[in-house]
């Protein structure tokens, strides 16, 4: 099995967590610097570690290796973001209707 970083895991949870309950994050379309910048964190670290696990072992079983697990959780993340954005566009959409049909009197 593969050893994670604990510097990983604690920036990836970091992220994670920050994204769970940042309110920025979870907005359709929201910037959030903090964010952004938590994911680039993560990502220079995974970069890095698995740059010192080239240099440190034998290259040519590692190298091939592609940090899929790493690429997974980052597509997850912000699939997750997007799914979001979208669950608070449609209930807005259908809040829309709803106030219409309701608004309306029948015709
Ligand atoms: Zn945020």
Not at 14 to 37: D, L, Q, Y
Not at 57 to 85: C, D, I, K, N, S
Request: hydrophobic share 40%; aromatic share 4%; with cysteine.
């Amino acid at each position: 099995m593969t050893t994670r970083d604990p510097a990983e895991e604690a920036a990836w949870l970091t992220a994670i967590r920050h994204a769970a309950g940042c309110p920025v994050c979870k907005s359709p379309g929201g910037v959030c610097s903090r964010g952004e910048w938590l994911l680039h964190a993560y990502e220079a670290i995974v970069r890095r570690s698995h740059h010192e696990e080239d240099e440190g072992q034998e290259e040519r079983m590692r190298h091939r290796r592609p940090p899929v697990t790493e690429r997974v959780a980052l597509y997850v993340f912000r699939v997750a973001r997007a799914g979001v954005a979208l669950g608070v566009l449609a209930g807005l959409l259908v809040l829309t209707v709803a106030l219409c049909v309701l608004g309306d009197p029948a015709p």
